[in-house]
């Protein structure tokens, strides 16, 4: 599988939230950064975070704008919209940085316009 064909398998795995699938993607240290959280290391906390997030957003759902490719890693502007647990519509901007290797994801750090609703 391609790169380009691993981030859009990532973000369409992510809007399904198929953590199952994901592991499949993920390597097994990857790093994920999101704001206003500690760094997360290893799929285990990872996998943690995102079932936290899936319930403060039940419905969130993610759509790639365009994809920058160097080498390894990739730039990722996206859009998404969605409810969070108390029924309010959200929606958002940002930017995902990937890494890959060996045809897995190792990093993975999120930046987003509004970081005030987190």
Known sequence: MSDTQLIHRFFDVFNHR???RMGDLLNPD???YFPKTQPL???KRIFKFLSILFRQYPELTFSIKRVILQGNQAAVH???QGMNRRREPYQNEGVTILEMLDGKISY???FFKDTEKL
């Open 78 to 80: 996206w859009t998404n």
């Open 108 to 110: 993975i750090s999120d």
């Open 41 to 43: 290391i290893g799929k």
């Open 18 to 20: 198929d953590l199952n």
């Open 30 to 32: 990857a790093e994920l």
